[in-house]
């Protein structure tokens, strides 16, 4: 397990360096001149050669590139607009500020968005779902069916809105989503993020009510859940102990890709509920041209796909001794 | 029905068995007999869709119940199973009456050891503590003839190889002592050399605990070697019965005969063509109207009258042989002498 | 052997399948010896059966001769042509003279393609035109291995499984090959069916001359469609003979071992000696790590040091009818009754790993 742990941690810094050098390049290759856009009206060649040289970019981009991610390591001076401290992955001359410093600031609502969400849609869709196998082919069943194939098909900014009208506006049940960092304020951090939670998850719970239904359905016709049966044990015993386990492996894949994409920013919730995480982010820097910015909301984004990527592989081979991780 | 006086451990009186799905009814059992002494064997023959899977899934209660009804008597040591309880039936399961199946890598969970997979059962029937059926199952296992029984039982069954794992599957069927043990072609995913290995077994096995075994196979060659009695399954009847030198000897149904004669053997003679029963299993959505194997039967057109055709025979039962057959006993020693005497050697 | 070049000729023929791992870097640690040298020819118009129980490398086998997979070692000629490793161009006019048969009846014929296009298959891929055109000869195919011509719009799931395996078998003759390797075809099959199609194969075989390489694990099914048969054990050949060389003077033990485990569907009379029972111990061991010297050592019950030093060649032993070759140290001879072993457990500290 640890050989793999290892094995995979430097794959993935691998993967992530080739990330951002592609990113990089992509960005700085684009015919947009950002000391330009800093230079101002009264631009002179001589200010536009010094905001150049201060931005760092009078050099080739692979050049660049090292200085860039010397800065990762070592933290980076852009004189005339402040020092970066390690690890700094980039300075955002639209607002002055470090790219590193930005993000950490704006983490905690996406993470507190996504890991939220995702309690309620594995409770409720994995609830659905067994449901749903238990009782295949009954009305629960068609129930749960219809629900899901309804839900998946919702959008949003749709949902999101429909939802703040008649539940904050006209009921007054939920308060008007907001965020309060959970040190502050756990109530109103709960509160305030209890709505974009349940529409979030209403999008994911479909697609995990589905999954788990059809894979629970699929096991529970396996031989071995019938040898099982044939021991005498009980329905509920083979049930959880035998199909489920063996349901949870795609799951818990599906669920590693689904956290890790939320974790790059839920870009429409945080838009429609106005909520200041990276998804936001990631959407007012592509308004300013904010290019550092974008590399590190990429990077942030690429990295925790690979990492939740890790997880399932590890948890795979917890579930099923089968796969022998090597 | 037979006229012995010992009374039979297992009882099964015109088993009807019958699906609904989204074509239609199928009935894959449609009547069927048997009765089974304790410690003797009956084989049970049949190919795919003959019936011989389903009948024995419904003794254990196995079958999808929701889809599923199921007509007739199945009687175990004088206990009515089919009106029993789940909960009555799950206190038999793996208790008095257990089953081994044929692909064993599929039938044993790939996420639990083998030995947690011998020593629940165990647990569960006879509330053992912990450490004494983990014995119980070392003990099984060295039983069944797995080599390092003390160490293997922390294994997975993956990393058993094909005639370990079904080893295993008997050392788990058998763990409780049952009294009837079903084998569902248990040793046809396996290698001649280790199916021989395990037949030997299950003999073996059989002497020391006076099991009763329903042995399920399309391999007459297979009932040669462990049935005592055989019953043959077509399109989910039973077309013949008797001891298994009656049935593979003197074959009385059509049925039976082709099987013997069109399976070649190490002493058929090379240049003569095989002897194959003509057509295909019939449908059990829509079966053929009276005798159902009478499509493919060389001798329906010598019946009289279009009998085979629009009359399902009756199969008579004297002393345990009978079979179900418009033929007239004279008629089948006639036809039947050349063909048999090529099959039985 | 004739005097003439064999239609197939292999040599050596050698597979090991890598296997990957190590620590950090993955690399290769180890090999799966699926083949491993053969030796064997097949004349024009023969059927060779190649028997063996699971993972002595008989479909691999026939997987390298149709060259399917690029052999690690050894030569392969057809008609004296070298195509051991022998690329798509070099190939193309020889795949239609190689055809292969599958096990599966259901998983190897397209179910979205009619029967009509699955048999056209190959003629369309070769750009072959045969006189009166591709659908008449599909039809004319389907005669020959008895399905209605009319079905030529059918689907396969419309067939029955002896059927489609018959469908399998038209697709295969659609190019006129001079040798088909069959992998199993009748196993997946019913048992009232199997003889359906052994019978069509035999008829086909010898009305239309195709040589055959029969691949199976029923030694009856073999005897009855091979002139020549070869017993393979963990990627070796251990005896190849005529058929009644091999059935009647089996002198591997191995052969003797399977022979006596075939089951007979007869019934002995009391007191009467059936045939003879010899039941191996064990399970053949890994092909990652075979045995040293004869690999059926393990369970043989005449091994001495010598079958672990030394491997035994493929030769014709004192005894054996001219073509009949055996590897063995200690052959059997039939006159003695086979020395029915007592169960014996490998003691062998490499077998028992």
Same mark, same amino acid.
């Given at each position: 397990m640890l050989r793999f742990l290892v094995r995979r941690v430097i794959g993935a810094l691998v993967i992530l360096l080739i990330i951002s050098a592609i990113t990089f390049w992509l960005f700085y290759a684009v015919p947009r001149d950002p000391a330009m856009m800093s230079c101002g009206k009264n631009c002179t060649p001589e200010n536009l050669a010094q905001i150049r040289k201060n931005l760092g970019i009078d050099h080739s981009i692979p050049v660049q590139y090292w200085y860039w991610l010397k800065g990762v390591f070592a933290g980076r001076d852009y004189a005339g607009y402040g020092y970066c401290d390690a690890p700094c992955f980039g300075y955002s001359f639209a607002n002055n500020v470090p790219v590193f410093d930005t993000i950490m600031d704006r983490l905690p609502t996406t993470l507190s968005l996504a890991f939220g969400a995702a309690v309620v849609f594995l409770v409720l869709g994995v609830g659905a779902g067994m449901l749903a196998a238990l009782k295949q082919g009954r009305f629960l069943d068609k129930f749960a069916s219809s629900a899901s194939l309804l839900g998946s098909s919702l959008q949003i900014y749709f949902v999101g809105y429909i939802a703040m009208y008649y539940f904050v506006a006209q009921l007054g049940w939920l308060d008007q989503p907001s965020w309060t960092p959970f040190s502050d304020d756990p109530v109103a951090w709960f509160s305030g993020l209890l709505l974009p939670w349940l529409v979030l998850a209403i999008i994911f719970t479909a697609n995990y009510t589905r999954m788990t239904r059809s894979q629970l359905v699929e096991q529970l016709s396996e031989d071995y859940v019938r040898t099982a049966r044939a021991k005498g044990l009980s329905r509920a015993n083979v049930f959880f102990r035998f199909a489920w386990r063996g349901a949870m492996g795609p799951i818990v894949t599906v669920f590693g890709i689904d956290l890790g994409t939320l974790i790059g920013g839920a870009i429409i919730t945080e838009q429609t509920f106005s909520l200041p995480g990276i998804g936001r982010l990631a959407v007012k820097s592509v308004d300013q041209s904010d290019l550092p910015m974008l590399l590190g909301v990429t990077l942030l984004a690429a990295g925790a796909i690979v990492f939740f990527n890790i997880i399932v592989d590890a948890v795979y081979a917890l579930i099923d001794p089968r796969i022998r991780l090597a | 029905m037979t006229s012995t006086d010992q009374q039979p451990f297992l009882s099964v009186r015109d088993l009807k068995v019958h699906f609904s799905t989204e074509d239609g009814i199928v009935k894959a059992v449609d009547g069927l007999s048997f009765d089974l002494l304790k410690g003797k064997t009956l084989g049970i023959v049949g190919e795919s869709g003959s019936g011989k899977s389903v009948t024995n899934l419904a003794i254990l209660g196995l079958h999808d119940r929701d889809r599923t009804a199921i007509e007739g008597e199945i009687l175990l040591d004088d206990k009515e199973l089919l009106t029993a309880s789940e909960k009555q039936l799950e206190r038999l399961r793996g208790n008095k009456m257990s089953m081994i199946f044929q692909d064993a890598l599929a039938s044993l969970s790939p996420y639990h050891t083998i030995g947690k997979q011998i020593s629940e059962t165990y647990r569960k029937h006879t509330g053992a503590s912990k450490s004494q059926s983990r014995a119980r199952a070392i003990e099984m296992l060295r039983r069944v003839g797995i080599p390092q029984p003390e160490v293997r039982?922390?294994?997975?069954?993956?990393?058993?190889?094909g005639g370990m794992r079904q080893r295993a599957m008997i050392a788990m069927a058998l763990v409780c002592d049952p009294e009837l043990l079903i084998a569902d072609e248990p040793t046809t995913a396996l290698d001649v050399t280790v199916q021989a290995q395990i037949m030997d077994l299950l003999k073996d096995l059989q002497q020391e605990f006076g099991t009763s075994i329903v042995f399920i196979t399309h391999d007459l060659g297979v009932i040669a070697d462990i049935a005592d009695d055989v019953l043959v399954m077509y399109g989910g009847r039973c077309v013949e019965r008797g001891t298994k030198r009656e049935v593979l000897r003197s074959p009385q149904h059509p049925y039976t005969l082709g099987l013997l004669s069109s399976m070649p053997n190490l002493e058929h003679p090379v240049d003569v063509p095989l002897n194959p029963i003509p057509g295909s299993p019939p449908s059990l959505l829509n079966p053929p109207t009276g005798c159902r194997f009478h499509p493919r039967c060389t001798f329906a057109e010598k019946v009289e009258g279009g009998l085979c055709s629009k009359e399902q025979p009756p199969l008579e039962v004297t002393n345990g042989r009978g079979s179900a057959c418009h033929l007239t006993a004279d008629q089948r020693a006639e036809f039947f002498t050349d063909l048999a005497g090529s099959a039985a050697n | 052997m004739s005097s003439t070049t064999p239609l197939l000729d292999v040599s050596g023929l050698t597979k090991h399948f890598p296997i990957k791992g190590g620590f950090p870097i993955r690399r290769t640690v180890g090999a799966v010896q699926a083949v491993d040298g053969l030796d064997f020819q097949v004349a024009e118009g023969e059927s060779l059966g190649l028997v063996g129980e699971s993972g002595c490398g008989k479909s691999t086998t026939g997987r390298l001769i149709t060259r399917l997979l690029e052999p690690t070692g050894g030569r392969i000629a057809y008609r004296g042509e070298?195509? /051991?490793?022998?690329?798509r161009k070099q190939l193309a006019p020889i795949r239609s003279e190689i055809q292969m048969i599958f096990q599966d009846p259901y998983a190897s014929l397209n179910p979205r393609q009619t029967v009509g296009k699955i048999i056209s298959g190959p003629m369309e891929i070769n750009d072959i035109h045969p006189a009166g055109g591709r659908e008449a000869r599909v039809r004319e195919l389907l005669e020959i291995v008895g399905l209605n011509p009319e079905h030529y719009n059918r689907f396969p799931h419309e067939f029955s499984g002896g059927q489609r395996q018959r469908i399998g078998v038209a697709r295969a003759l659609a190019l006129e090959p001079k040798l088909i390797v069959a992998d199993e075809p009748v196993s997946a099959l019913d048992v009232s069916i199997q003889a359906q199609v052994v019978n069509l194969l035999q008829k086909v075989q010898r009305d239309l001359g195709i040589a055959f390489v029969f691949i199976a694990h029923d030694l009856a099914v073999v005897r009855h469609f091979s002139q020549r048969v070869a017993v393979m054990y963990l990627g070796r050949i251990v005896e190849i003979a005529d058929r009644d060389d091999l059935y009647g003077n089996p002198r591997h033990p191995y052969t003797r071992a399977l022979l006596s485990a075939v089951p007979e569907a007869t019934v002995q009379d009391e007191g009467v000696q059936g045939r003879e029972r010899i039941r191996l111990v064990g399970d053949v061991p890994s092909p990652i790590n075979p045995p040293s010297g004869c690999r059926f050592r393990t369970r043989c019950w005449k091994a001495t040091e010598k079958c672990a030093t030394e491997a035994p060649p493929l030769v014709q032993v004192e005894g054996n009818k001219p073509g009949h070759l055996t590897a063995c140290h200690y052959p059997e001879t /039939?006159?003695?009754?086979?020395?029915?072993?007592?169960?014996?457990?490998?003691?062998?500290p490499e077998a028992a790993a």
């Open positions: - | 039982v922390d294994d997975y069954p993956h990393q058993f190889s | 070298d195509i /051991t490793h022998a690329g /039939t006159d003695v009754p086979a020395t029915v072993p007592a169960p014996r457990l490998a003691k062998d």
